[in-house]
Structure formats: structure tokens, C-alpha cells
């Protein structure tokens, strides 16, 4: 059986230090490949088109372009690779902004390495989930009292796009904005995790969105969770 190729990662942060730890990290594993790395999000274009990664690890604070700027600009462009935030601070409103422009997630920078690792494959395998803790801070920071903008706008976008779901569909989305694993959802709705698979994709499609991660942010932008 052919092996799977090597995730391919491009680092971009304006730490040097942090790049190199990063890169040790990830470099030591025979599964993850390092492909190049940048300094700001401005080179992050040039970057992605000359490395191909397939995960980018973005730090979301750099002096010119920024990693919120960056990942808006990397998820709106044709078959984007999957980004990973890369923060000191959890659940602050720029990670939430990264998150609903198609991050797939975030990592604290005090991650343990071996999380590090495991995020970027699941990220590359498209299992990207926030975890329930994380969820929780998410939740708390989506639900707090908006600014005068338009508190009301993005729920009933929210609820108006969940509407036209189908009953099991709304429950599969109601799990991913709970910070369910497909497995979690698989023994809680008496599904296969294929089906549940299934039912993602077919959640991304119906509702315009790029991963699941934006789903869970839709479903408790709705209230549901």
C-alpha cells in the first residue's frame, strides 16, 4: 500500500524563535513536512504559491499584515490551504473573526508539542474541532452583549440559513457547534462516522461555508448550543 504523503506545513509568524521551535517540532516527525516559512502575513501570497502547503500556521499578531488579514485574503482564493491560528490569547474577538473567515482552528503558543502535532493532522484531514472547553469560551464570546452595530443581524442570518435544514441535519449541526468529534456524534445520533462524515459535507455544501468549525460558530450565532 502506497504511504500517505507528508502533511505539508508553511510557518508564518515574525518571531524567529518561534519559528524555530515550531519547525523543530513539527520537523521530527516523519509525517509532517516544514515546506517554507514567512515573516507577515503580506508574504503569505508568494509563500503558499511557491511552497503548495497544505496547512499554514498563522501567528494572528504581525506588524504589517496581520494573520486576520491574511487568512481572509488566504480563504476567499481558490482551493485555499487549511490554516491553523496561532495566538496568546484565547477566544479574543480576533480569533473569533479568523475562525468565521474559514480557519479551521487555533493553537495557543504554550501548546504542548505533541498537541501541536495532532492539530495539524487533524487539520489536514479535515477533523478540525474546537474542543469543549475552547467551545465554551467561544460560546461566552459569541452570546456576550454586541456592540450598538446589530446585535440581532447575525442571529437571524444564523437561524434563517438553518432553517432549510433537514431534522437530522440540524442535529448533526447542533453537535459540531457543541465541539462534538464525528465520533462523539456517531454514538450520540446512532450513526456511522462515515455518515456523519457525510452529513458535514453535505452541511458545508448547504450552507456555504468552508469547514466545520464555521458551522459551529453559525449554530451558536443561532442560539442553539
Given at each position: 500500500m502506497t504511504a500517505e504523503p507528508p502533511v505539508r506545513v508553511l510557518i508564518v509568524d515574525d518571531d524567529a524563535l518561534v519559528r524555530a521551535a515550531l519547525s523543530m517540532i513539527l520537523g521530527g516527525m516523519p509525517d509532517v513536512r516544514v515546506v517554507g516559512e514567512a515573516t507577515d502575513?503580506?508574504?503569505?501570497?508568494?509563500?503558499?504559491?511557491?511552497?503548495?502547503?497544505?496547512?499554514?500556521?498563522?501567528?494572528?499578531?504581525?506588524?504589517?499584515?496581520?494573520?486576520?488579514?491574511?487568512?481572509?485574503?488566504?480563504r476567499a482564493a481558490?482551493?485555499?490551504?487549511?490554516?491553523?491560528?496561532?495566538?496568546?490569547?484565547?477566544?479574543?474577538?480576533?480569533?473569533?473573526?479568523a475562525l468565521r473567515a474559514g480557519a479551521s482552528g487555533f493553537l495557543l503558543k504554550d501548546t504542548p508539542p505533541a498537541e501541536i502535532v495532532a492539530a495539524v493532522r487533524r487539520v489536514a484531514a479535515g477533523e478540525a474541532t474546537l474542543s469543549p472547553a475552547v467551545t465554551r469560551?467561544?460560546?461566552?464570546?459569541?452570546?456576550?452583549?454586541?456592540?450598538?452595530r446589530s446585535p440581532d443581524t447575525r442571529r437571524e442570518r444564523a437561524l434563517r440559513l438553518l432553517d432549510d435544514l433537514t431534522e437530522?441535519?440540524?442535529?448533526?449541526?447542533?453537535?459540531?457547534?457543541?465541539?462534538?468529534?464525528?465520533?462523539?456524534?456517531?454514538?450520540?445520533?446512532?450513526?456511522?462516522?462515515?455518515?456523519?462524515?457525510?452529513?458535514?459535507?453535505?452541511?458545508?455544501?448547504?450552507?456555504?461555508?468552508?469547514?466545520?468549525?464555521?458551522?459551529?460558530?453559525?449554530?451558536?450565532?443561532?442560539?442553539?448550543?
Open positions: 502575513g503580506a508574504e503569505v501570497p508568494a509563500a503558499v504559491a511557491a511552497y503548495a502547503p497544505d496547512v499554514v500556521l498563522m501567528d494572528i499578531r504581525m506588524p504589517r499584515v496581520d494573520g486576520l488579514a491574511a487568512t481572509e485574503a488566504l481558490p482551493d485555499p490551504p487549511e490554516v491553523l491560528v496561532l495566538t496568546t490569547f484565547d477566544a479574543d474577538e480576533q480569533v473569533l473573526r469560551k467561544l460560546i461566552a464570546h459569541v452570546t456576550a452583549p454586541a456592540p450598538a437530522r441535519e440540524r442535529e448533526v449541526a447542533v453537535a459540531l457547534g457543541q465541539g462534538r468529534s464525528n465520533a462523539e456524534i456517531s454514538a450520540e445520533l446512532f450513526m456511522s462516522v462515515a455518515t456523519v462524515k457525510a452529513y458535514v459535507s453535505r452541511l458545508l455544501t448547504k450552507l456555504d461555508l468552508n469547514n466545520r468549525v464555521q458551522v459551529a460558530l453559525l449554530v451558536q450565532d443561532a442560539g442553539l448550543v
